[in-house]
């Protein structure tokens, strides 16, 4: 049974930095693609971040956000700066390997002065 465990999340100020990670754990092998999404208060989950070889990002977050993976680790990292209060949102964590899609539980992101 593979899990996906999100960490590191809170309540940042306006322009401040946050970094949040993702591990995953069970017996499996590395996984191929590993994501970012988020969900605001009233809206609906929305992509964030994409990392296989290389990154892609979503535009309200391209230039301040940057996802990294170790595959040694089976971890996947969003480091966020500049940070806005329209990032503020439930960030889920998401990996595919293998066919099978899996998703973490969720871990808040709070951007507020």
């Known amino acids: 049974q593979v899990q996906l465990v999100e960490s590191g999340g809170g309540l940042v100020q306006p322009g401040g930095s946050l970094s949040v990670s993702c591990t995953a754990s069970g017996s499996m092998s590395s996984m191929y693609l590993w994501g970012w999404y988020r969900q605001a208060p009233g809206k609906q989950r929305e992509f964030v971040a994409q990392i296989v070889s290389g990154a892609n990002y979503a535009n309200s977050v391209k230039g301040r956000f940057t996802i990294s993976r170790d595959n040694a680790k089976n971890t996947v990292y969003l480091q966020m700066n500049s940070l806005k209060p329209e990032d503020t949102a439930v960030y889920y964590c998401?990996?595919?390997?293998?066919?099978?899609?899996?998703w973490g539980k969720g871990i808040l992101v709070t951007v507020s002065s």
């Open positions: 998401h990996a595919f390997a293998n066919g099978v899609d899996y």
